[in-house]
């Protein structure tokens, strides 16, 4: 077996002896950009980090003497007279996923070679992102000043709600003011023909990283809004 | 490089961002319409996990990926069930002690 992944086009189809291939050969085990490898390594203990703040969330919530909140009435909001629950939180998981969809554009016009439009689309990403950063703290601010939540404590019930959310989704907006940064750098560099002679695999890596923080905002939106 | 060979066509990732689009909105209705209990519990994992798939899938470009690196990313994810089922086992217990205490 001395397949590279380019000859390979359905990989979904890949069989057992295609791992021992990789694994055994007298070569690299993963065929690909070594800072791609590095990016999802570095995923993959992010998905530890986040796990774990999920399980906390659990184990407090099913620990908690206290009534939990209710999530549906503490992030509601009044629209023409009529009331929306959730509806902020509604807005925020839609532009992340259109964020995502533009940031996938990009990696795909990045490979194409069109550089205008990756850095159009990457710009694009990286404003979503920072609108999604803008609504967050917007929350935070509903959440300290109307209702008075603090990390360690809750007037609506459980003290350990407060805790959970200031933790987890501040972690998480952190992760998205990152992206932005991480995302407006590389696009500089994109526009000023930087990787030109490199080849465009940074943008599908920072795609990937963007991704996971979308990828991390659907089990947030699940377990700590909906459930 | 390897991973410039398979560029899907944009109209996928346009299929997948409206598909997005639809889970996150049907996930939002089962909120909207305040399902309870098993229904709520069962359809907001299931669009969850869709979603996930989805993004993983054909975002992060999995689908076109060797099974070794899905082995590799999959495999050490798995091991978070064990806190998850070590933890709520010790939750039910402690509620379940408060609930005997409480009621005696």
Do not use: C
């Not at chain 1, 932005?180 to 695999?201: D, N």
């Not at chain 2, 639809?22 to 519990?41: D, I, K, Q, T």
């Amino acid at each position: 077996m001395t397949t590279k992944s380019n000859e390979t086009e359905v990989t979904a189809s890949e069989t057992w002896q295609g791992v021992v291939a990789d694994w055994s050969a007298d070569k690299e085990t993963f065929a690909m950009p070594w800072g791609k490898l590095m990016m999802w390594i570095f995923l993959l203990g992010d998905t530890f980090i986040f796990g774990i703040f999920l399980v906390a969330y659990m184990a407090a919530r099913m620990n908690a003497v206290e009534p939990w909140p209710d999530t549906e009435a503490i992030f509601s909001m009044t629209l023409f007279g009529h009331e929306f629950p959730l509806l902020l939180i509604a807005i925020m998981t839609f532009i992340l996923i259109t964020s995502s969809g533009t940031m996938a554009m990009a990696v795909n016009y990045a490979y194409r070679g069109d550089r205008r439009k990756t850095v159009l689309f990457m710009s694009a990403t990286a404003l979503l992102g920072l609108s999604f950063v803008g609504m967050q703290a917007y929350e935070w601010y509903q959440l300290i000043y109307n209702y008075d939540i603090r990390p360690w404590g809750n007037p609506l019930g459980a003290e350990q709600f407060g805790a959970v959310f200031f933790m987890i989704t501040g972690f998480h907006g952190l992760h998205v003011l990152a992206g932005v940064i991480y995302l407006s750098i590389v696009a500089r560099k994109v526009s000023r023909g930087h990787y030109e002679k490199k080849g465009y695999a940074i943008v599908e890596i920072t795609g990937l990283y963007w991704h996971f923080v979308d990828l991390v905002w659907v089990f947030i939106f699940a377990f700590f809004y909906l459930l | 490089m390897s991973a410039a060979t398979h560029q899907p066509p944009i109209s996928l990732f346009l299929k997948v961002w409206g598909l997005l689009f639809v889970l996150s909105f049907f996930s939002y209705l089962v909120e909207y319409y305040g399902m309870e209990g098993a229904w709520r519990w069962s359809l907001v994992l299931l669009f969850m996990v869709l979603k996930a798939a989805v993004i993983l899938a054909v975002f992060m470009h999995v689908w076109w990926e060797r099974l070794s690196l899905w082995l590799s990313l999959g495999l050490p994810t798995l091991l978070l069930i064990t806190p998850v089922v070590i933890l709520a086992i010790e939750g039910g217990y402690i509620s379940g002690l408060r609930l005997e205490f409480f009621t005696r």
